[in-house]
């Protein structure tokens, strides 16, 4: 077993990965920026190494910096956490390199699955069905309207690099194809280095469900209950549960198997996630594979009673899985809701800042994954979630009465937060009946969010606009970091309207005092 792991990460995330550590008696080691001197990770671990200035891209992605910290600590492992580099395949070479053991795939599958028409080859030649649509990128436009006619619109351009929606565009009617293959292209390019595209079929309404695999080295791949994971904003995830409500055991028997045979097929190993996308008729479509931990394993933690990041460090040492997971049926109903410092209210703009007070949520059934406490400033540089709350019951129903309950517990001062929106969708039939899918919360905050205030577009003076200006280049900047998908998390976009702009305004004014 190792003895010394780094962890290339911060936040939550981070903290997660010590835990594990001092449960299996190896020392933890972090690096941190210079916003995350005083952050809960640096505090927890055994030893601490700064890795340059707060933007991203000069500490927590510089992979140059990390090898040189675990070369200087003497780590024999390196876990990438999720977001930042965990998917890129340049850090598993560089570690081989360094003889460091990277807590993850292999650079190779890791790029494999990395291109999405790859994976849907992959996915073919594994028997699993796709979406339909293009298997190679696309060269020309006139290939698109080609391939887009004889599956049918509507259709959906996405980037062969792609993830997370970037570079996505629907395509309703053959007239729209020529922008929208303009536009997407220019996003990838702008978003990957890679303005590769590709089409699929669009489906109407899907939601979507994600399996967690296990694969160990020696060539035992398992698969571990679906996550549901249909409730998003905008691409991100924002709650989170285990099991699935449509799924039954048959289907979910189903889409496990498929989901090991395509890790099968790619050689993967550690702990990956097949994600699909499941029709009204319960037909589910191979979506992609996410190459890391995700941000939601601990639903998946708590109806399994396994420890997701202890296996992953196990399975990177070379360990077995011994167990006949096969039969490993999900216990419970377990649900966690992703704590942001943002503002619902004003466009759920970022709101980092001092953290007065806290008081966090516990008792029977109630775990809390954060990165915070009270005195904390939270940064502004990175993605603002806070932690995340999950809660464990003996059924769904009694999970969801059970989160309210700790969101209810659940306080914390000094900076805005999403926890109320949370309580007002548990309360929400539609979710309470499990009636959603991916494009349900963007039109339920729509419907909840109606401005209060008429838009006084024309209002706007140019003042007004140049500071929006600034702010907007501001976070596209530096809000760069802990978003899973490792792209900048979507900042919320400019809105025109006066009372909008006077919130902004006042954040801006905020940020010097902390
Ligand atoms: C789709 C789709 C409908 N049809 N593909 C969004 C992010 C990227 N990972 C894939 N996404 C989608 N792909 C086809 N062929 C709808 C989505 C989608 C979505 C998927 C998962 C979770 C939330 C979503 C929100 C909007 C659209």
């Not at 990460?9 to 995350?36: K, L, P, T, W, Y």
């Not at 792609?162 to 536009?183: C, I, N, P, T």
């Not at 390019?189 to 890679?194: C, L, S, V």
């Not at 993967?268 to 009204?280: H, Q, R």
Request: glycine residues 8%.
């Amino acid at each position: 077993m190792f003895k010394k792991i780094l962890i290339a990460n911060r936040g939550e995330i981070a903290v997660r990965v010590i835990r594990a550590c001092h449960e299996m008696d190896i020392r933890a080691v972090a690096v941190f920026s210079e916003a995350d001197r005083a952050s809960l990770h640096v505090r927890l671990a055994d030893e601490a190494y700064p890795i340059g200035p707060a933007p991203s891209r000069e500490s927590y992605l510089r992979i140059d910096k990390l090898m040189d910290v675990a070369k200087r600590a003497g780590c024999d492992a390196l876990h990438p956490g999720y977001g930042f580099l965990a998917e890129n395949p340049a850090l598993p070479r560089a570690c081989a390199e360094a003889g460091v053991t990277f807590i993850g795939p292999s650079a190779d599958a890791m790029e494999k699955l990395g291109s999405k028409t790859a994976a849907r080859q992959l996915a073919k030649r594994a028997g699993v069905s796709a979406v339909p649509g293009a298997l190679d990128p696309i060269a020309e436009i006139r290939d698109a309207r080609k391939i887009a006619a004889e599956i049918g619109y509507p259709v959906l351009l996405k980037a062969v690099a792609g993830g997370g929606g970037k570079g996505m565009r629907l395509v309703v009617r053959e007239s729209e194809l020529e922008a929208a293959w303009r536009d997407a292209g220019s996003e990838a390019t702008n978003a990957f280095g890679d303005g590769r595209l590709y089409l699929e079929k669009y489906l109407v309404h899907p939601r979507h469900i994600e399996i967690q695999i296990l694969a160990d080295t020696h060539g035992n791949i398992v698969y571990l209950a679906e996550r549901e994971c249909s409730v998003q904003r905008r691409h991100q995830k924002v709650i989170e549960e285990a099991p699935s409500p449509v799924i039954d055991p048959e289907l979910r028997r189903k889409m496990g198997k498929a989901a090991v045979n395509l890790a099968r097929e790619a050689g993967y190993t550690n702990a990956g996630t097949v994600e699909f996308l499941v029709d009204a008729d319960r037909n589910f479509y191979f979506l992609e594979v996410n190459t890391r931990l995700q941000v939601e394993h601990p639903v998946t933690e708590m109806v399994s009673g396994l420890d997701l990041v202890q296996l992953q460090i196990r399975i990177a040492a070379g360990e077995r899985l011994t167990f006949a997971w096969q039969e490993l049926h999900p216990r419970g109903h377990a649900i966690e809701c992703r704590i942001y410092a943002e503002d619902p209210e004003n466009n759920f703009f970022p709101s980092p800042g001092k953290i007065l007070a806290r008081r966090t949520a516990s008792g029977p059934g109630v775990r809390m994954d954060e990165g915070v406490y009270p005195g904390f400033v939270v940064p502004m540089d990175y993605d603002p979630l806070l932690g995340k709350l999950i809660v464990w019951a003996a059924t769904r129903e009694e999970a969801i009465a059970r989160m309210s309950r700790a969101l209810d517990e659940y306080y914390v001062s000094g900076i805005k937060t999403n926890v109320d929106l949370f309580r007002r969708i548990l309360a929400d039939p539609a979710f309470v009946r499990a009636e959603f899918h991916t494009r349900w919360l963007d039109k339920w905050l729509q419907k909840e969010f109606k401005s209060p205030v008429p838009a006084a577009e024309d209002d706007a003076t140019a003042e007004n606009a140049a500071l929006l200006g600034a702010l907007a280049w501001h976070l596209s900047q530096n809000i760069a970091g802990a978003a899973e998908n490792g792209a900048t998390r979507n900042p919320s976009e400019p809105a025109s309207s006066r009372w909008k702009i006077q919130g902004r305004t006042e954040q801006v004014e905020r940020f010097p005092e902390k």
